[in-house]
Structures are given as structure tokens and as C-alpha cells.
């Protein structure tokens, strides 16, 4: 068997290349930056403004023309008609508008299309007003009234 010797220390420094540093990984080249988005918020109240998705609709819908219709109960004496003055479709405090005659002491008229509540008088002839406030019928419903003269 061979016996090996191991060189010595300083003999083998001066024989040795100098060591050159492994290289360095390469570099790799930074991902353009994104950019960066803020929102800008307006301060003008202290409550949460709501999203667009977040608000409800609304629709309005418009209100119902239903028909009304007044009932008199009054005997106004033979010759004489009934009259009503009022706030609603064909109505006016300027004219009156004369009632049908149903029986000898029944008066009767039918406003169609009214969507709001009508408000009247009565009149004998339209010259003589009736006594009292003013007659107020919610529409679509029918009111039977006995008028004082």
C-alpha cells in the first residue's frame, strides 16, 4: 500500500489559483408597478352615502279614477230642482249642476272619474244654498245626504 502525503499547508497556497467568486444568480428584471387607484370621497355628511345598487326604486303609481255618486234624500216642492256646486270632475262653486230626479223626494248624480275627494253644496234652483259646512264624499263610495234648507 502506498502511503499518500498530503501537501503542505503554504505549498499548496502558493500552487492554488485564487478563488473567483460564484457568480451571482441574475437578476430578475421588476414587474412594472401597478398602478395604484384611490377613491375620493366627499365628506359631506356624516351618513353613509348609499350605492346605486344598493337604493330602492320608487314607482309611483297613480291613483284610481273611480266612479262616486250622491244620494239626496229632500223634497224641494213640485217645479223646483236640485243643484250641486262643488270641488270635483264637472263640478264647479261658480254653476251648479242639477241632479236627476229619481222618485218625488230623491235626487241622485254619479261623478265618474274622480280620484280625489269631492267636496259640495247644495242649492235649490242654484240660488239657494243649503245650511251648514260643506258635503265631503272620498271617491269611489256613495253618500247619502238630507240636506237643511
Not at 497556497?13 to 408597478?33: C, I
Not at 375620493?40 to 279614477?65: D, G, N
Amino acid at each position: 500500500m502506498k502511503k499518500t502525503t498530503k501537501p503542505d499547508a503554504a505549498k499548496a497556497a502558493k500552487n492554488a489559483t485564487p478563488a473567483t467568486p460564484a457568480p451571482s444568480p441574475a437578476k430578475k428584471e421588476a414587474a412594472p408597478a401597478k398602478a395604484k387607484v384611490t377613491k375620493t370621497v366627499l365628506a359631506s355628511s356624516s351618513a353613509p352615502v348609499p350605492t346605486p345598487a344598493a337604493t330602492p326604486v320608487v314607482k309611483e303609481v297613480a291613483a284610481i279614477p273611480l266612479s262616486t255618486t250622491i244620494v239626496v234624500q229632500l223634497d224641494v216642492g213640485f217645479g223646483n230642482t236640485l243643484y250641486v256646486r262643488g270641488e270635483g270632475p264637472g263640478l264647479s262653486w261658480e254653476k251648479g249642476v242639477p241632479l236627476d230626479c229619481v222618485a218625488d223626494d230623491k235626487w241622485s248624480i254619479s261623478l265618474a272619474e274622480t280620484s280625489k275627494p269631492v267636496v259640495f253644496k247644495f242649492l235649490i234652483n242654484d240660488q239657494t244654498w243649503c245650511t251648514g259646512d260643506d258635503y265631503i264624499v272620498q271617491p269611489g263610495t256613495t253618500v247619502a245626504v238630507s240636506p237643511v234648507f
